[in-house]
Nanobody, 126 residues
């Protein structure tokens, strides 16, 4: 299972860091994708980090979001956590954010991911 956390209420221009941790499988062997779903909208891909640390971003968040793995624990793949650092947030970023693990690498398509977290709500509002 995956556990996404770190969501909350933030003012426009603010920052949040989301975390994604795994139980029952070795997170370090998987690419981790981030998706979000805003109220009344379809789920959209946000970002991905490969097992080797290569990162990809959707145009909507490029330059504002970064994606990383917990480098301090890279020697133990069972304890890795993946982070999505979100800066310069705006109301359009309001959504439930999900992390997903894909053994076959990064993809913007949700069907390529094997495990999904339960989602964490990010609200950007003044």
């Amino acid at each position: 299972q995956l556990q996404a956390s770190g969501g909350g209420l933030v003012q426009p221009g603010g920052s949040l860091r989301l975390s994604c941790a795994a139980s029952g499988f070795t997170l370090g062997y998987y690419a981790i994708g981030w998706f979000r779903q805003a109220p009344g909208k379809e789920r959209e891909w946000v970002s991905c980090i490969s097992s080797g640390g290569t990162t990809l971003f959707a145009d909507a968040v490029k330059g504002r979001f970064t994606n990383s793995r917990d480098n301090a624990k890279q020697t133990d793949n069972t304890k890795q956590t993946v982070y999505l650092q979100m800066n310069s947030l705006n109301p359009e970023d309001t959504a439930v954010y999900y992390c997903a693990a894909g053994f076959n690498g990064c993809s913007p398509r949700s069907r390529f991911y094997d495990y999904w977290g339960q989602g964490t709500l990010v609200t950007v509002s003044s």
